[in-house]
């Protein structure tokens, strides 16, 4: 199994200094209302609606937000018709950049991340310009804490994961979409604590950027895009060498 995800880890302990508890419960709850909506109320008989009140406990949502939101999805009747759309392109240093979205409007939304594309000359792109760079994967974000990284690394090994990586605090492990339920049944199996499960794109190959400038104007541009409401998910083949790593450390 890898290594430590630099870029992650520099990302997510970022985020831990600069999160907006509100802007992550907003996210969450428009992906709960969107999964109840399509999957019905039932998390155990919905995979996408059980992945993501796994990722708002993981946030210490309330569990009556949860259910407001879940109520709000299968009643139909909110009001508000969310659509998922993705977006391509190509950041500063020319890293590769997936954005996943739910909106109720989609020029307000092209129209914002075209504002963070052309801030930081960037590019937006066709469809399939950049996803074919990503493979499509399972992901479980486990504490640290939780369990030392042999006894995890056995259990993901024999359950059939193919990666554990040490982002921040957490453990991510990552699985084929086939293999994504036995992976996920063998955690539960130990009993450890899920921060997040569901589907993530995975970079085939990384870009390295080792000027200090271009790391920053890459962590800005991602920031900017994650701020928006409707951007649910970032996703950047972005790497970073080791010594710049320590002046950001």
Same mark, same amino acid.
């Given at each position: 199994?890898?290594?430590?995800?630099?870029?992650?880890?520099?990302?997510?302990?970022?985020?831990?200094?600069?999160?907006?508890?509100?802007?992550?419960?907003?996210?969450?709850?428009?992906?709960?209302?969107? /999964?109840?909506?399509?999957?019905?109320?039932?998390?155990? /008989?919905?995979? !996408?609606? !059980?992945?993501?009140?796994?990722?708002?406990?993981?946030?210490?949502?309330?569990?009556?937000?949860?259910?407001?939101?879940?109520?709000?999805?299968?009643?139909?009747?909110?009001?508000?018709?969310?659509?998922?759309?993705?977006?391509?392109?190509?950041?500063?240093?020319?890293? /590769?950049?997936?954005?996943?979205?739910?909106?109720?409007?989609?020029?307000?939304?092209?129209?914002?991340?075209?504002?963070?594309?052309?801030?930081?000359?960037?590019?937006?792109?066709?469809?399939?310009?950049?996803?074919?760079?990503?493979?499509?994967?399972?992901?479980?974000?486990?504490? &640290?804490?939780?369990?030392?990284?042999?006894?995890?690394?056995?259990?993901?090994?024999?359950?059939?994961?193919?990666?554990?990586?040490?982002?921040?605090?957490?453990? &991510?492990?990552?699985?084929?979409?086939?293999?994504?339920?036995?992976?996920?049944?063998?955690?539960?199996?130990?009993?450890?604590?899920?921060?997040?499960?569901?589907?993530?794109?995975?970079?085939?190959?990384?870009?390295?950027?080792?000027?200090?400038?271009? /790391?920053?104007?890459?962590?800005?541009?991602?920031?900017?895009?994650?701020?928006?409401?409707?951007?649910?998910?970032?996703?950047?083949?972005?790497?970073?060498?080791?010594?710049?790593?320590?002046?950001?450390?």
């Amino acid at each position: 199994m890898s290594g430590h995800s630099k870029w992650s880890s520099i990302k997510h302990r970022k985020a831990a200094v600069d999160s907006k508890r509100g802007k992550i419960f907003t996210k969450i709850i428009r992906e709960i209302t969107v /999964a109840a909506k399509i999957g019905g109320p039932d998390p155990d /008989a919905n995979p !996408r609606l !059980r992945a993501a009140v796994l990722n708002a406990r993981g946030q210490n949502m309330p569990n009556d937000t949860v259910a407001r939101a879940i109520k709000k999805g299968s009643g139909g009747n909110d009001g508000v018709d969310y659509e998922e759309v993705t977006y391509e392109g190509f950041g500063p240093a020319n890293v /590769a950049v997936v954005v996943e979205a739910l909106t109720d409007n989609r020029n307000r939304t092209i129209a914002s991340i075209r504002t963070a594309f052309n801030k930081y000359n960037g590019s937006l792109g066709s469809s399939n310009s950049v996803l074919f760079m990503f493979d499509r994967k399972g992901s479980v974000l486990i504490p &640290q804490s939780a369990i030392d990284e042999d006894s995890l690394t056995e259990t993901v090994l024999e359950a059939g994961g193919e990666d554990l990586e040490l982002i921040g605090e957490d453990y &991510q492990i990552i699985c084929s979409i086939e293999d994504f339920e036995v992976v996920k049944s063998a955690i539960d199996a130990k009993g450890l604590p899920v921060k997040e499960s569901g589907l993530t794109h995975v970079p085939q190959n990384k870009t390295v950027i080792s000027e200090k400038e271009d /790391a920053e104007k890459v962590m800005n541009f991602i920031d900017m895009l994650e701020e928006d409401d409707d951007v649910q998910k970032v996703y950047t083949n972005f790497d970073i060498d080791d010594k710049l790593l320590a002046e950001f450390s």
